[in-house]
């Protein structure tokens, strides 16, 4: 559904009967959505939506709502948005982190 986030209210941010989950895309044009899960009313979680290098659409956590104002949202995906335009792939990077070995491994 395309809504400006900004307009949100954590009574809007619920789930219509028999879904599990929905998203809420901001108008932006930013790619930033919020997904809503029937789990938790009230409370969402928001994400930026892009394309990889090998064109493949990604999905990127910014944070939630119970933590973060729609205009940090905004902010940070517009941060995000940015490095990817850079030539930055957020989720290479944090594959590359998983990647490491650890002390207990």
Do not use: W
């Not at 895309?25 to 939506?49: C, M, Q, W």
């Not at 119970?66 to 335009?85: C, Q």
């Amino acid at each position: 559904m395309l809504v400006d986030i900004a307009e949100l209210t954590p009574r809007d941010l619920v789930c219509p009967p028999g879904k599990r989950r929905i998203e809420f895309v901001d108008k932006s044009g930013l790619g930033t959505y919020l997904e809503v899960r029937a789990s938790n009313p009230g409370v969402a979680t928001a994400y930026i939506r892009y394309k990889d290098r090998s064109g493949k659409t990604a999905h990127q956590r910014i944070g939630s709502t119970a933590v973060l104002s729609i205009a940090d949202i905004r902010r940070e995906a517009k941060r995000i948005k940015a490095a990817i335009t850079l030539g930055a792939d957020p989720r290479a990077e944090a594959k590359a982190r998983k990647a490491v070995m650890t002390y207990a491994e």
